[in-house]
């Protein structure tokens, strides 16, 4: 193993360097410093642009090394939006002019996602029709998502620069980012342009072990001509002939003495040729290497491989000298052709050119897909096909292109992928609430975390603008139709970025809506960056009402945040809780209005509190399973993917994985008794606090795989669940091993509870790694951290039937769907199967629930699969320098170290792991496993909700339901299973007698008080009728919070159930317990009259009617409106069911 630190990856002068794509911009500017320092050059640099993914944490990488910078002289100032932040790259280029500047020049450096270019040509144009200065330069990096992964359309910025006349280089590694910026520069100074460099999202998502060097930078040394150099003041029509007169032809002259093209197995005898640039680039080598085709096949065949660096212009010397003899050369490109275009003309009329195919083949017919982005076996087959054809086609790459075309075949009988896991909002997040809209009312989106609720039916969200255009789809629409406002939804960063001046155009336009700016202290979507200028939420109100807004409110989860701060005399502040009563009056107001929603991110927070910059509350929610009924009110009220389901004997319930709760407790307004908040103690599972660790020293090592001449390892998880976090890891144990690594981390939005994948490859040379993603069916390992996700196409299409060994997590987290869709079914065995059919191997592992009961968080899970996985031996990687990767890794090594271990102790040693963790039995009964258990079961309960008495009314209508089921020995007693469950659920009515019982007399309450360490003090959230009060605009009753005292009522009142049902019954009196008497009369009544004509006809309709009985669940109102909405189909059901009895005695 090599000595490796992480300052290496700015501060080691020569040598290899473990770095991401954003940590590669960065040693750039730091490099071009450095190069200039050595040259005798007193130059500063200045990077200024805005965040986007694919470079949304190019801002966070600067800010991390400001020191450096500083030492450096280069100045990071992030743009309020990416056409300031261009014009303002072009003011550092007037320095080179400046009579009293302090510094020879300046070199800068402009950034933006695709749409950032878009809105930013103006400047771009401008900017590089001025010029540059000879000792500064300037760069435009584009961030491209060809795929629309984390983009509301698909982008490619190319063919924008070459509008602004700009030069356009495309990387294809980070060495080459690196090494072309830094020529990108010196071409910049030499020919007065602006240069573009585009950096698609497989290269700036791709990690990789790079190559550094100031001795790598090394150029030929041309003459400066003045007439290049930035000048002020210039008419239109001069700046435009000495752009295109004398400063475009300059680039040429460069490209001829410091080229950034490159040739392969080019020979006199060469006759096909395949020109790529970047990614497309990266992907014909994979092909290549998928079809088995090495240089030595390569020549026999007579293939040659041009890459452009740089792509517009051409370097038209280099294509021609590539060219010109062959007889056919394909241009491989993702998106619309500009490599293709330029090279027909370069070539046209000249002696011994190519035929030349690409977007379409020699007779003019589709071959290389313009929509959407490439991937490397399809193109392999492409290849193959057109090598196949030309009669050069070995018969190694003949039979890998006939198995290559099979893995694109569907398969008979295969198992289909589930939903994706979309992106979703964090728990807690503003959004959840702040998005909501009144009943009746729309909304439109933006860009931004809110922007995913357009895929939430409820938030009746009818459009999305691009961003800087929110609001202005209302002012086309508002004079053509009758509705009379509508709300839309803009990010506090859109604000500053853009849509302040939307909202004086919508003032202008006289329209009636509602802007609601969702003020969140931070850009959560690209990762937590605080919002450029800073605004508070008082400025934000005086510069809305300036604009002459109809009325401003602001609502917060906080009142106390607001204790000393000035807001304007004419805005109102609220509690969040009448959020829903603000939104219902402002959308009766007639013109502009605006409600701020002031609320902080929920990810932000988090980080935060673990980093303690922001106080962490000492509270926890949890729900006692046996009072929930399942019937989702809490995950409706708050939206929030920390509410999970539980699955018990007596159905499935709901839980708080406290793993992901950020402690907004708006989960709390769900009306449920089951919910206790614990305040004050630590939260510290007795397991994490006796977990001993003896064990650790006794670990054997396993025998390792071989190194294969690539080995390729994929991991599937959940956005915020440490999947990239361990492929860094992963990467940098590799460098620490000394091979060559590459690491793509697939996120799009997902870093929002979607789906993530990392594709994760070792080689001992590096030049076998091309594509950073795993080819189809090419995957040694994958790692489903998520199982959703594993079986999803992203990951499961890298499978291979006789290579892949699969190591799968066993908890099963469900989608964002489970919060409207409680009872899905959710498919897990048909997930798992999936995969193993793909599998050579596969492994279940509990890594969830150990991470949670030994080390108190289930996001150690991913390290304990890891160590599963490496103690299985299947990654050929040392514990060594993985656990010295973790240590680098600096996030809270001590417990990230033993969750390596614990993985490994499940496979060296399960009977030891074992003894570690103790499961114990869920709460409640057993499963019961057949009818008459299930009967038993269900009649013990009732004795204790009750008496013996009331037990046996259960077991007497139950006898007769067997009876009648005994004579359909096929069914396997379902109806008499069913009709059991429902039958109890409407028997052992959840009256207050029996939650005071399921807390005074079940292990609720010491199973909760195990989890904490000091004083935990129990609050309980209660809305008793009598003394409730009612919310204003729903009519609903307020829950109340009710401390420990209540404990010894519970008690009392579980004692006093002997009164249910008599006289003395006070509670029994409502019309609520009344009608829930008479569902359960109704029940029974109408099983014993479908009893005795029961026959095959009508016996799933009876089992149906009793399973629609048990959706009637909840407490109070929730359990009502759930009984208007199940009572009509359980009508229309029975007399369905009579009815056709009915007729067959008729017949």
Known sequence: MQAVSLRDRYELEQGLVFL?????????????????????????????????????????????????????????????????????????????????????????????????????????????????????????????????????????????????????????????LIDFGIRGWALSRFSGCWVGIKLVSEIAETSRITAVGL??????????????EISWPAPPLMMERSLVEVRLPRVHEFTNANGFDATLWREQRSRLGIVAAGKSWLDVREALSLLGIDEAEARRMGLALYKPGLIWPLNATGLREFALGLNEMMVVEEKRPIIEDQAARLLYGLAGAPQIIGEQDAKGHPLIAVAGDLQALDLAVTLGDWLEGKGTLGDTAQARLTDLKHRREPQDNAIAAPPPRKPFYCAGCPHNTSTRVPEGSHAMAGIGCHGMAAWIPSRSIVSMTHMGGEGMHWLGRAPFTDESHIFQNV??????????????????????????????????????????????????????????????????????????????????????????????????????????????????????????????????????????????????????????????????????????CNKDLSCLRGFCPSFVSFEGGEYAPRKTRELEQSWRAELPTPEA?????????????????????????????????????????????????????SHIRFSRDPDRLASGRIPEGCADVVLGFDLIAAAGEGAAKTLNANQTETFLNAVFTPSADFIDDGDQDFGEERMRQRINERSRKMAVIDAGGAAERLLGDQIFSNLVLLGAAWQSGTIPLSADALKTAITLNGASVDKSLVAFDLGRLVIADSARFAELDQIEGMAG?????????????????????????????????????????????????????????????????????????????????????????????????????????????????????????????????????????????????????????????????????????LNPGNYDDVVYYAALSLEIRG???????????????????????????VREYAA
């Open 20 to 176: 991401n794509p954003m940590q590669a911009l960065v040693r750039l500017v730091l490099t071009q410093a450095q190069v200039d320092s050595r040259a005798g050059l007193n130059t500063a640099g200045f990077v200024s642009g805005y965040r986007g993914s694919p470079l949304g944490g190019f801002d966070k990488a600067l800010w991390s090394e400001s020191q450096l910078l500083t030492d450096a002289h280069i100045k990071f100032q992030p743009g309020l939006n990416e056409d300031l932040a261009a014009t303002s790259v072009w003011g550092s280029q007037l320095t080179g002019i400046d009579p009293k500047r302090t510094v020879d020049g300046v070199f800068g450096l402009w950034y933006g996602k695709g749409p950032g270019v878009d809105r930013s040509m103006d400047a771009l144009k401008h900017a590089n029709m001025a010029g540059t200065s000879r000792f500064g330069g300037a760069l435009a990096v584009a961030g491209d998502d060809h795929g629309a992964f984390s983009s509301s359309n698909a982008h490619q910025s190319d063919h924008m620069l070459i509008g602004a006349s700009m030069p356009v280089l495309y990387p294809a590694t980070l060495e080459e």
């Open 215 to 228: 001795d790598r930078h090394q150029l030929s040394p041309l003459e400066y001509d003045p007439a290049c």
């Open 491 to 660: 990010g506090d960063g859109t604000y500053a970025h853009s849509a302040s001046l939307n909202i004086r155009a919508a003032v202008a336009a006289g329209v009636t809506m509602t802007f609601k700016i969702l003020y969140n202290e931070a850009v959560a979507m690209t990762g937590g960056q605080p919002v450029e200028a800073g605004l508070s939420v008082g400025q934000i109100c005086e510069l809305v009402l300036a604009e002459h807004v109809a009325e401003v409110v602001v609502v917060t989860d906080d009142l106390h945040r607001f204790d000393g701060a000035v807001l304007p005399r004419a805005v109102t502040l609220l509690p969040r809780e009448q959020f829903d009563e603000v939104q219902e009056r402002l959308r009766e107001k007639a013109g502009v209005t605006v409600l701020i929603y002031a609320q902080g991110c929920a990810a932000e927070k988090r980080r935060k509190r673990k980093r303690q910059q922001l106080e962490d509350p000492a509270v926890r929610v949890m729900i006692n399973d046996r009072v929930c009924e399942g019937c989702g009110d809490c995950g409706r009220k708050s939206n929030c993917v920390a509410i999970q389901p539980l699955e018990t004997p007596l159905g499935r319930k709901r839980k708080i994985n406290q793993s992901a």
């Open 705 to 757: 795989r071989a190194l294969p001449d690539v080995f390729s390892l994929a991991m599937a998880g959940i956005g915020g669940g440490g999947v990239v976090s361990v492929a860094a890891i992963m990467g940098m144990a590799a460098h620490i091993e000394g091979l060559g690594a590459s690491i793509l981390d697939v996120t799009g939005l997902a870093q929002k509870n979607g789906a993530v994948y």
């Open 925 to 1093: 009964a057993p499963v019961a496993e057949t009818a008459d258990a299930l009967i038993a079961q269900r009649a013990t309960l009732l004795e204790d909700y009750q008496n013996r008495a009331y037990a046996d009314r259960f077991r007497a209508f139950m006898k007769k339901v067997a009876a009648a089921d005994n004579a359909f020995p096929d069914r396997n007693q379902a109806l008499t299973r069913r009709v059991a469950e429902a039958l109890f659920k409407h028997m052992a009515i959840k009256d207050e007698y029996e939650v005071a019982r399921l807390y005074a007399e079940t292990d609720f309450m010491a199973r909760a008080q195990e989890n904490f360490s000091g004083d935990a003090r129990p609050v309980f959230h209660l809305a008793p009728p009598l003394l409730s009060k009612r919310d204003p605009v729903t009519g609903e009753l307020i829950k109340r919070q009710f401390g420990s005292w209540i404990l010894p009522a519970f008690r009392v009142l579980a004692k006093l159930r002997p009164l249910r049902e008599t006289p003395f019954d006070v509670f029994g009196l409502t019309e609520e317990r009344r009608w829930e008497r008479a569902l359960r009369s109704q029940l029974m009544d109408d099983i014993d009259a479908m009893l005795p004509e």
């Open 1115 to 1141: 407490f109070g109102h929730v359990k009502k409106a759930n009984g208007d909405r199940i009572e009509p189909q359980l009508r229309e059901c029975r007399d369905r069911v009579l009815s056709t009895i």
